[in-house]
């Protein structure tokens, strides 16, 4: 399994960014597909996921400012990030959980988001 992010960038406090990955390859089974973070000196950190009932799930840090969706073509997700805040300055890891017996993660390459204030 591949994942392909795009999107990131820079933007000011306030501001908005939208992330996209592409899950390629064999998939037999879809548990979740959504975004990590990992800020400098901190440890990664779930952000949003969607989960195979298609629920949106969220960090609260995020809530009501960032979206999570499907994209139209299968195995995609956007994470539509708004009213960014310095905090959320990371690298930002897509990821899907294909594990059968419990979770088995792929992962992107990661994407740098720098906000400024």
């Known amino acids: 399994v591949q994942l392909q992010a795009s999107g990131g960038g820079l933007a000011q406090a306030g501001g908005s960014l939208r992330l996209s990955c592409a899950a390629s390859?064999?998939?037999?089974?879809?548990?979740?597909m959504g975004w990590y973070r990992q800020a400098p000196g901190k440890q990664r950190e779930l952000v949003a996921f969607?989960?195979?009932?298609?629920?949106?799930i969220y960090v609260d840090s995020v809530k009501g400012r960032f979206t999570i969706s499907r994209g139209n073509a299968k195995y995609t997700v956007n994470l539509q990030m708004n009213d960014l805040k310095s905090e959320d300055t990371a690298v930002y890891y897509c990821?899907?959980?294909?594990?059968?017996?419990?979770?088995?993660?792929?992962w992107g390459q990661g994407t740098l988001v720098t906000v400024s204030s």
């Open positions: 390859g064999s998939i037999a089974r879809l548990n979740a």
């Open positions: 990821y899907v959980d294909t594990g059968a017996d419990g979770p088995f993660y792929h």
């Open positions: 969607i989960n195979s009932g298609g629920n949106g």
